[in-house]
């Protein structure tokens, strides 16, 4: 059977893209200059090409060539939101050597999870989703550190919106529940999540990452 396509499909993503840039900028503006910014800066920028590339993917209509390679692109965004992500937490809530080993693993296993995402493309479920949770779990191991330097409501929100896209990657990996799939699948779902999982963490970074640097 051909596969038809919801009709919803990337289109919260699309709309999510220039809301993106918005607050992207404006955690960059609200951030002191300096390495705080930088990195503030790498995370906005992650943010709204993880978005802003699912939106073209989901939404146009390619050939298939340039549809295998928008997809490559659209799975190896992820791992770089994931390590963008980390940035600016690593940066700014952490300091000396805990700060530069989890930039060290966190963008190393982002650049070998997308390296392994354009390479195998046809890989089986698990070892699509595997890498993203085993890149992001990383931060099970920081919470420790960062729940004296940030508080639990600010790590709460982390760990929260980690979970979030963790639910996200289930849905995903075993594409259920899938409601109306004409419209409004179990696709759509994963987006919804990613979506709710990003405003957590932004907020997190903005309102308890950021007003910690110096």
Known sequence: MAFVRPRLRGVLHELAFPVSLFG????ILHAPAGTARAATAVYAAT??????????????????????WLRRLDH??????????????ATIALSGWLSTATLAV???GALLGSL?????????????????????????????????????VGVGLLALG??????????????RPNPWPRTFGFHEIFHTLVLAAALLQWIAITQWVLPTAV
């Open 24 to 27: 992207g900028g404006w955690a």
């Open 47 to 68: 943010l709204s090409a993880c978005l802003g590339v699912s939106a073209l993917y989901h939404r146009g209509r390619w050939s298939a060539r340039a549809r295998a």
């Open 76 to 89: 190896a965004t992820i791992f770089l939101l994931i390590a963008g992500t980390f940035t600016p937490i």
């Open 106 to 108: 966190v963008w190393g």
């Open 116 to 152: 392994l995402t354009t390479l195998w493309t046809n890989a089986p479920v698990a070892v699509e989703v595997g890498p993203y949770l085993a890149v992001g779990g990383f931060g099970v191991v920081l919470l420790p550190r960062l729940v004296a330097n940030l508080g639990l």
């Open 162 to 175: 980690g979970a979030v896209y963790v639910a996200g990657a289930f849905i995903y990996a075993f594409q």
